[in-house]
């Protein structure tokens, strides 16, 4: 069983500039999770999407934004980048929205900013 | 403000010993609990997880240790070895939702 596939592996971009991350979930899985995960600050939820919904979102400002596909694979898009931005962008995806489900992850795309 | 605390940062263990890893939380609503493990350029893989009406649940050589009054629960990994060098990652979650990670330890086992 294939898991959870993200492109692309890395991306280098300038300040001002716009990003889009594309991630496949394992096959079954309604529920796509993005996070970040900044040198030294551990893991941030980002946003939460189930069968084409958004479900949550973190404490990031609005630049930061997503969609959820019919066959569930995902994007997020990240406008007017800001040298903050500079981090690995994690994918997970879990059964759905329901009680207790693991969330497995891909292994990231690796965004850095000049 | 940090849901899931996390402790140590770092971590280095002779080969054979035990690793522990600690962790708490405020939140009662968190109805589980799972751990991940972090290779340099992988995406975190899940470890291990435990629901709060459980007390101890043992996968091989790892083990989740979980004291709900206390909110507290703690990884131990059993004869470790030079490649469970890693950094973990406890996380939580209440329902369906988003995971909150603690800040992760970075284990080095020492051959």
């Known amino acids: 069983e294939a898991g959870v596939t993200q492109s692309p592996t890395h991306l280098i971009k300038t300040r001002g500039q716009q990003v889009t991350l594309r991630c496949s979930p394992i096959?079954?899985?309604?529920?796509v999770y993005w996070y970040q995960q900044a040198l030294g600050l551990g893991l941030q939820f980002l946003l939460w999407y189930d069968e084409g919904e958004e479900r949550n979102r973190g404490n990031f400002p609005p630049r930061f934004s997503g969609r959820q596909f019919p066959n569930y694979s995902s994007e997020l898009n990240v406008n007017a980048l800001e040298l903050e931005d500079s981090a690995l962008y994690l994918c997970?995806?879990?059964?759905?929205?329901?009680?207790?489900?693991?969330?497995?992850f891909g292994d990231g795309t690796r965004l850095s900013i000049l | 403000q940090q849901q899931v605390k996390q402790s140590p940062q770092s971590l280095i263990v002779q080969k054979g010993g035990i690793s522990i890893i600690n962790c708490a939380y405020e939140?009662?609503?968190?109805?589980?609990f799972p751990w991940y493990q972090q290779f340099p350029g992988k995406g975190p893989a899940l470890l291990i997880a435990i629901r709060p009406d459980v007390s101890e649940k043992k996968e091989g050589r790892f083990t989740i240790s979980f004291n709900k009054s206390a909110k507290q629960f703690s990884l131990h990994i059993m004869d470790s070895q030079p490649g469970d060098s890693a950094t973990y990652f406890c996380a939580a979650i209440a329902g369906a939702n988003n995971l909150f990670f603690g800040t992760g330890t970075r284990l080095t086992v020492i051959p």
């Open positions: 997970a995806s879990s059964l759905g929205d329901r009680a207790g489900q693991p969330q497995h």
């Open positions: 939140n009662t609503a968190f109805d589980y």
């Open positions: 096959s079954g899985h309604t529920s």
